[in-house]
């Protein structure tokens, strides 16, 4: 289940304290709540389950009944030291595809595994990162009946612009640009996110997370499509709104847990899935 349903992110021990007195807490989806990047031997790590269903989709697919996946991810952000960070994303998927007829295709097991580097140059009066992912599909079947995937490399850039609003929280914007070889298109996407403590251990944020396809996809049919929440050119914005809690004095030195729960809804879209879905997730900031 490809940008539906998995939504992590990021955040280290060594800023935790004075990112809390500022009223921010960083703990949100595939950058870090944005910009921040932990210092050397700090890091952040995900543990997240979340289920995902859709019977609407944005386009003509008159076949399509339903959709439904469970997605298992290890999420994993480590500081190198000089403003350098690595991460990573690890997908197990259990997904089903029911067509008007009844015809059930299911798929399981490991999907697209990404890996980046982050680099932090400005501080202030807002803070900028620049941030390079690649994707590999070397874990799944791309001619599965139904893959877990779209079974291409891609490559991604992208700007990351964070800024605090001291007790007020935080913003953070985004915008990349995702190359990807062979058949499907090229994708630009962004992010708005907002964020804030409403206590030491309590924190929400909200973000909308989008896709924007660039047209240069092979001609396709989208309603043929083995893996709808995949197709090879799409447009998707997503809602999520998340709660978490954090375990422990944000000032302490040694790992500090915590659980948080996220509610994301497609909210428009083109050649892809119409649905909803939630994720749970067990964090720890170190």
């Known amino acids: 289940m490809v940008d539906h349903c998995n939504t992590d992110t990021f955040f280290r021990h060594r800023l935790l304290k004075s990112i809390t007195t500022a009223g921010l807490l960083m703990a949100g989806t595939t950058a870090w709540a944005g910009a921040w990047v932990p210092a050397e031997g700090d890091g952040y790590n995900k543990f997240a389950v979340a289920p995902y269903n859709a019977k609407d989709f944005f386009g003509d697919n008159p076949d399509f009944k339903e959709f439904t996946g469970i997605n298992y991810s290890i999420y994993a952000e480590h500081g190198l030291g000089n403003n350098v960070a690595l991460y990573g994303t690890l997908l197990y998927q259990d997904l089903k595809q029911t067509t008007q007829e009844n015809v059930t295709t299911r798929g399981s097991g490991f999907g697209d595994v990404e890996l980046g580097v982050r680099y932090q140059f400005l501080t202030d009066p807002v803070v900028l990162s620049t941030a390079f992912l690649v994707k590999l599909p070397w874990l799944y079947d791309r001619d ?6 779209n079974g291409q490399v891609d490559y991604e850039s ?3 612009l964070g800024k605090s609003l001291n007790q ?3 913003i953070g914007v985004e915008v990349g640009y995702r190359y990807r070889t062979g058949d499907p298109s090229d994708e630009i996407r962004y992010l708005f996110e907002y964020g804030f403590n409403a206590t030491d251990n309590l924190y929400f944020r909200t973000k909308l997370d989008g896709t924007k396809s660039v047209g240069n996809s092979q ?5 043929a499509s083995p893996n709808l929440s995949a197709t090879p ?10 709660g978490g809690w954090s375990f422990g004095k944000p000032d302490s030195n040694q790992s500090r847990w915590g659980l948080e729960m996220t509610w994301n809804k497609d909210l428009y879209g083109r050649n892809t899935l119409d649905g909803m879905g939630f994720q749970i997730g067990l964090t720890r900031v170190y």
């Open 144 to 149: 599965a009946e139904l893959p877990l995937g």
């Open 158 to 160: 992208r700007l990351l």
């Open 168 to 170: 007020f929280g935080y």
């Open 219 to 223: 001609p396709f049919d989208s309603a």
């Open 233 to 242: 050119e799409f447009d998707l914005g997503k809602l999520e709104v998340t």
